[in-house]
Nanobody, 118 residues
Framework: QVQLVESGGGLVQAGGSLRLSCVAS??????????MGWYRQGPGKEHEFVAK????????SYADSVKGRFTISRDYAKNTMYLQMNSLKPEDTAVYYC?????????WGQGTQVTVFS
């Protein structure tokens, strides 16, 4: 069982930055050694992929819409994943969800709201 808690969302002007965090807690404090990712769902939009990072930190992928603006990273010692979001646009407004790609079934956080105003 894995619990995920996101934080760092908020209200920001277009062009600004935010850093999201996702703290993962597993059984007996075990390290989360699975791919993790960020997804989002904007108002009236489908749930969509944002970024993913493998258990090997060299393995990352991004949605075209955020490439060059967002950076995903993780700290294994802290069981924490981050999403640095720069040059934010109003279309980035969404609830952002943390995900663990576990072979027994994905885990999801509750989400954190990001609102970008122009």
């Amino acid at each position: 069982q894995v619990q995920l808690v996101e934080s760092g969302g908020g209200l920001v002007q277009a062009g600004g930055s935010l850093r999201l965090s996702c703290v993962a807690s597993g059984a007996e404090g075990a390290r989360i050694m699975y791919p993790m990712g960020w997804y989002r769902q904007g108002p009236g939009k489908e749930h969509e992929f944002v970024a993913k990072i493998g258990w090997n930190v060299d393995s990352t992928s991004y949605a075209d819409s955020v490439k060059g603006r967002f950076t995903i990273s993780r700290d294994y010692a802290k069981n924490t994943m981050y999403l640095q979001m720069n040059s934010l646009k109003p279309e980035d407004t969404a609830v952002y969800y943390c995900n663990v790609d576990h072979p027994g079934g994905d885990y999801w956080g509750q989400g954190t709201q990001v609102t970008v105003f122009s």
